[in-house]
């Protein structure tokens, strides 16, 4: 009794603090009126393709009013953590990573869609199988984001580099090819790439390449990729981590102002170049090739998280709701994703005649096939442990990166901590 | 062996009451007392509710769930001292602990000494002492992020004014500051001090100027150099002042995290993790409330202690 008094106090205590900054309940529908769901995303204003879903889907279904629940998106995923436990009732919930996605399923926070998501063809949804949790779906892909590498035509034009050196690019090409585009000095100087400070530039890259596990605790598979980017640093043609790290450099600014001349990152970002171009922020000239590979035998094999909506289990309209996921990953859903500048989950040859026909996304056949994998690895493998190993990675991954750790201790400690710690 | 609430009514100072008698007049001062108990609840009253909603009860229900598992979703389920043995085999925890008293013993002692230097001197009658006074608090009020940005761009490891005046005067490889393991806690903890030190400053001109002039004559007369004066009259005089600020910057360092989480979030690695961090990391980010509370409880205890044994210490040296 006792027990059970003091457990309600501690839960009744937290639960009245964290509500406290949850969100409210969504409004009743009327009878015979349009229903109003309320879908949780992030930097509305800024990330175009929840503008262009929500138009689209109420276009399609004018009796359901669709209302944005705008949060930071640094705060996201533990803002929505905090309004889960306090049961807000946000119909529609973006899952922004897969991790927290399998948190939010297997804790019953998430209704199935089980069925919807069996319907959809898993050879055409990049992504979709994320999402299996012990044969359910909680959640279905409308944006697949994979690594490719971006490059700055006018550098390479500059230094003589025919575009087509690009297509079958192995790691050690890349690392020779950066090297010979570095120039300058100081405040001028033009680096041949930048790899920004996240540990996945280098350990997912080499878990996709390698097969390697990055959950398994042993990261003998991360050397290659590791000894390749400490080299580029050292030689000059990589913006040293320290700086980077330490200065906050953005990737955008380095790629956009011309200070780089290859970098490997994201699909997500040819939306910022494109908007950047159109409003004039930036003026350079950029293309799109496949992430360099450990052998040049043709086939891409990269890395990438994709997106999705699901659907709250405490939604007053469940049906209106469902509705709206199922429609953000249609192929009407897909185009206007693709038509924001943004890669969509569903990748059919309409769909992507749409991407490549927006105004300034470079269309060549180099960008056609950087936009068309053979395989894309998940970041981040899910799993309980996840979390904790990604901390560990991380800091391991700056002790390596500064040079405050050789490499070899660097890996041993990875190893030795993730065991130890996480088990 | 209690001694009755009446008492006092019925002793000999009810005998020097006037009226009708000792057992009539002491009724009416009863009622007085207790009026007046009242009126002085009721002064406390709206500060202590806030208090016990927004502090006492949470510390308790902190407690209270550093014997659970939860995760703020499923039921809560009572581990006992299990958070608490997981800590004490982590090593995170360890080298966080660490951290913060590597903090605490750099951060509190030079912030107290700077503060009452500049104090002193800014004490004199100085030209444009106001701008200088203004001048050192003004970090004290600027955002923390500004802070640490400004801090971050001074210390950076190629392009850092710092590191170029060392390169400037001989030293080839100047450390890379917030991106060493070595360097990265006494580049937070100057920046910290830099930022604080505005605040102590002000509670020590406070005191400095409740220092009677005179004493400081009648040192003079006595030829008593600057040294001796600052020795034997100032620093004695500023005790109590002394004890507040310690008190104070003992609580604010155990307890650092914004400046932290901002200029490094903990590393390189784990070389500038603190206590608080992982308090937040467990609690937030993972969604372990349990063990984060059982390391919030552990930093309580350690705070508590410390002060404690300050205020013994300051009572034994009033003795």
């Known amino acids: 009794?006792?027990?059970?008094?003091?457990?309600?106090?501690?839960?009744?205590?937290?639960?009245?603090?964290?509500?406290?900054?949850?969100?409210?309940?969504?409004?009743?529908?009327?009878?015979?009126?349009?229903?109003t769901i309320k879908v949780a995303l992030w930097n509305y204003a800024?990330?175009?393709?929840?503008?262009?879903?929500i138009d689209g889907f109420q276009q399609a279904n004018p009796q359901i009013k669709v209302e944005p629940v705008d949060i930071l998106a640094d705060d996201y995923q533990t803002k929505l953590t905090t309004m889960l436990a306090g049961g807000d009732t946000t119909d529609v919930l973006t899952m922004k990573n897969v991790i927290d996605y399998a948190r939010f399923g297997t804790r019953g926070q998430l209704l199935p869609m089980t069925d919807q998501a069996k319907a959809l063809d898993p050879a055409k949804y990049s992504g979709l199988k994320a999402y299996e949790l012990e044969g359910k779906y909680f959640a279905l892909p409308y944006r697949q984001d994979f690594w490719v590498l971006y490059y700055n035509k006018t550098l390479l034009k500059q230094a003589g580099v025919p575009e087509s050196k690009l297509q079958n690019l192995t790691w050690a090409d890349y690392a020779t090819l950066?090297?010979?585009?570095?120039?300058?000095?100081?405040?001028?100087?033009?680096?041949?790439?930048?790899?920004?400070?996240?540990?996945s530039v280098v350990q997912a890259t080499a878990a996709a390449q390698t097969g390697g596990n990055l959950l398994g605790g042993d990261y003998g598979f991360f050397k290659d990729q590791y000894a390749m980017t400490l080299d580029l640093q050292k030689s000059g043609a990589l913006l040293p981590?320290?700086?980077?790290?330490?200065?906050?450099?953005?990737?955008?600014?380095?790629?956009?102002?011309?200070?780089?001349?290859?970098?490997?990152m994201g699909t997500w970002y040819a939306a910022t170049l494109l908007a950047d171009t159109k409003s004039g922020k930036t003026k350079v000239d950029w293309g799109m090739a496949p992430l360099p590979q450990r052998t040049a035998d043709g086939k891409t094999t990269t890395f990438g998280s994709p997106t999705a909506?699901?659907?709250?289990?405490?939604?007053?309209?469940?049906?209106?709701?469902?509705?709206?996921?199922?429609?953000a990953s249609s192929e009407a859903g897909a185009t206007a994703v693709a038509k924001a500048g943004v890669t969509p989950s569903l990748q059919t040859q309409p769909i992507l005649d749409t991407y490549f026909g927006l105004p300034g996304v470079p269309g060549d056949a180099l960008a056609k096939k950087a936009f068309k994998p053979d395989d894309v690895v998940?970041?981040?493998?899910?799993?309980?442990?996840?979390?904790?190993?990604?901390?560990?990675?991380?800091?391991?991954?700056?002790?390596?990166?500064?040079?405050?750790?050789?490499?070899?201790?660097?890996?041993?400690?990875?190893?030795?901590?993730?065991?130890?710690?996480?088990? | 062996m209690t001694t009755p609430v009446s008492a006092p009514a019925s002793g000999p100072a009810s005998g020097l009451a006037s009226g009708p008698g000792p057992a009539a007049a002491a009724a009416p001062r009863r009622v007085r007392r207790r009026s007046r108990t009242w009126v002085g609840w009721s002064f406390i009253l709206p500060n202590f509710l806030g208090f016990a909603a927004l502090t006492l009860v949470p510390v308790i229900a902190s407690l209270v769930l550093s014997f659970l598992d939860w995760?703020?979703?499923?039921?809560?389920?009572?581990?006992?001292?299990?958070?608490?043995e997981r800590m004490i085999h982590n090593d995170t925890f360890w080298t966080a602990l660490e951290n913060t008293a590597y903090y605490a013993v750099g951060h509190v002692p030079l912030t107290l000494c700077a503060a009452l230097g500049f104090a002193v001197l800014l004490n004199q009658k100085l030209k444009a002492v106001q701008f200088f006074r203004t001048a050192l608090f003004f970090p004290y009020i600027t955002s923390l992020v500004a802070v640490a940005v400004v801090w971050n761009m001074l210390l950076s490891p190629d392009m850092g004014p710092v590191n170029q005046f060392l390169r400037a005067v001989g030293i080839d490889h100047p450390p890379g500051w917030t991106t060493s393991t070595t360097w990265a806690m006494p580049a937070v903890i100057v920046a910290s001090v830099w930022r604080d030190l505005g605040y102590y400053m002000i509670l020590y001109l406070a005191g400095l100027q409740t220092i009677p002039a005179e004493l400081y004559e009648a040192a003079e007369v006595d030829g008593a150099s600057g040294w001796q004066r600052f020795r034997h009259i100032t620093l004695p005089s500023l005790r109590p002042t002394t004890f507040f600020v310690l008190i104070m910057l003992t609580i604010s360092s155990f307890k650092v995290f914004d400046l932290i989480q901002v200029m490094t979030e903990g590393g390189p690695g784990r070389a500038t993790l603190v206590l608080s961090q992982v308090i937040y990391r467990e609690g937030i980010v993972q969604g372990r409330f349990g063990y984060s509370s059982a390391v919030s409880m552990v930093l309580f205890v350690i705070v508590l202690t410390i002060t404690m044994v300050q205020f013994r210490l300051q009572r034994r040296s009033e003795r």
Not at chain 1, 15 to 33: F, M, N, P, V
Not at chain 1, 381 to 393: E, N
């Open chain 1, 241 to 264: 981590w320290a700086t980077a790290k330490s200065q906050k450099v953005t990737y955008n600014t380095m790629f956009s102002t011309g200070k780089a001349a290859l970098m490997p």
């Open chain 1, 309 to 327: 909506f699901a659907v709250n289990k405490n939604s007053k309209h469940a049906d209106a709701a469902k509705k709206f996921v199922e429609w």
């Open chain 2, 71 to 84: 995760d703020s979703y499923s039921t809560p389920r009572w581990v006992g001292l299990a958070n608490f």
């Open chain 1, 178 to 199: 950066a090297k010979s585009l570095t120039k300058g000095d100081g405040q001028s100087k033009v680096y041949g790439t930048y790899q920004h400070t996240w540990r």
């Open chain 1, 378 to 423: 998940l970041e981040m493998p899910v799993g309980d442990k996840s979390s904790d190993v990604d901390q560990i990675l991380t800091e391991e991954h700056e002790l390596v990166m500064t040079g405050q750790k050789s490499l070899d201790d660097g890996l041993a400690e990875m190893s030795k901590r993730v065991k130890n710690e996480v088990g």
């Open chain 1, 1 to 35: 009794m006792k027990r059970h008094l003091v457990t309600t106090i501690a839960g009744a205590a937290a639960l009245a603090l964290l509500t406290a900054c949850g969100g409210g309940s969504s409004g009743q529908a009327a009878a015979d009126g349009p229903q």
């Open chain 1, 46 to 53: 800024t990330t175009p393709e929840f503008k262009a879903i």
